[in-house]
């Protein structure tokens, strides 16, 4: 039997990456560190939302990569 956990209490831009979650699209992706998901501490968690929603909406958009 495997045990399972369930990381249910983070929002979104505290536990994403700073890397797509594919390598050919713009799918936001998320930290791979199992602690640190269960902390909220992704690559955006110490800037704030403010900065991950800029990141992510200028994202391989014309004129920003």
Known sequence: ???FDFIL?????????DR???G?????GS??????????EGSF????ENV???YWTNFLTK???
């Open 52 to 54: 991950f929603d800029d």
């Open 24 to 28: 050919n699209t713009k799918n936001i």
């Open 31 to 40: 930290i791979k560190n199992i602690q640190k998901l269960k902390e909220g």
């Open 9 to 17: 209490l983070q929002e979104k831009w505290k536990i994403a990456s």
């Open 20 to 22: 797509p979650g594919s």
């Open 45 to 48: 968690s110490k800037v704030g």
């Open 63 to 65: 004129g920003h990569g």
């Open 1 to 3: 039997m495997k045990n």
